[in-house]
T-cell receptor, first 115, second 113 residues
Framework: KAGVTQTPRYLIKTRGQQVTLSCSPI?????VSWYQQTPGQGLQFLFE???????NKGNFPGRFSGRQFSNSRSEMNVSTLELGDSALYLC??????????????FGPGTRLTVT | AQSVSQHNHHVILSEAASLELGCNYS??????LFWYVQYPGQHLQLLLK??????LVKGIKGFEAEFIKSKFSFNLRKPSVQWSDTAEYFC???????????FGSGTQLTVLP
């Protein structure tokens, strides 16, 4: 099976712009989670989607949003970019079979640089 | 809200030395526990996980971890490290009904040849 894929891998944006990142989960996985990784704050949870619904949300401002499509692919959007949004954005998918929490498989991430 | 502490930020060992990385979490209920590894330039990979049952869990590449509920700990061990184990190691917890992982700050392991 192919792993979690994320596009683009690298992105450079200017302050004030918006950006959309894409994630394709492992085939058959129904849950997609997003995390932000920075040297200062480490790995922080952004949100989680399951069956096209946002099920959990982390402590990030409303500029961060996401969605999930019927094929489980997910996108996250950041509007009005700030310098502090520069980070590695990781997507993770899990099977969620039977309703219990499962292990999450991570993609390679999208490295976003805001100038 | 749960939190995870990894007290060792950077560990330097020689090859063949034994490894133990500490992980403590704060949450009073049922938890699922994980160790992930991030090799240089690669994505996060799951080393091992604990959901229930035997508190001593074995993972890939000779790693193991022990869940001690009374100490809220899930320390990672390996009897003999190799140069290829150089990486950053993250402990994570998934607590209660929440699906999201809460990560520790990570431990950078450097193994000298």
């Amino acid at each position: 099976k192919a792993g979690v894929t994320q596009t683009p891998r690298y992105l450079i944006k200017t302050r004030g712009q918006q950006v959309t990142l894409s994630c394709s989960p492992i085939s058959g996985h129904r849950s997609v989670s997003w995390y932000q990784q920075t040297p200062g704050q480490g790995l922080q949870f952004l949100f989680e989607y399951f069956s096209e619904t946002q099920r959990n949300k982390g402590n990030f401002p409303g500029r961060f949003s996401g969605r999930q499509f019927s094929n489980s692919r997910s996108e996250m959007n950041v509007s009005t970019l700030e310098l502090g949004d520069s980070a590695l954005y990781l997507c993770a998918s899990s099977l969620e079979d039977g309703g219990r929490s499962d292990e999450q498989y991570f993609g390679p991430g999208t490295r976003l640089t805001v100038t | 809200a749960q939190s995870v502490s990894q007290h060792n930020h950077h560990v330097i060992l020689s090859e063949a030395a034994s490894l133990e990385l500490g992980c403590n979490y704060s949450y009073g209920g049922t938890v699922n526990l994980f160790w992930y590894v991030q090799y240089p330039g690669q994505h996060l990979q799951l080393l091992l996980k604990y959901f229930s049952g035997d508190p001593l869990v074995k993972g890939i590449k000779g790693f193991e971890a022990e869940f001690i509920k009374s100490k809220f700990s899930f320390n990672l061990r390996k009897p003999s490290v190799q140069w290829s184990d150089t990486a950053e190691y993250f402990c994570a917890v998934n607590a209660g009904s929440a699906r999201q992982l809460t990560f520790g700050s990570g431990t950078q392991l450097t193994v000298l040849p």
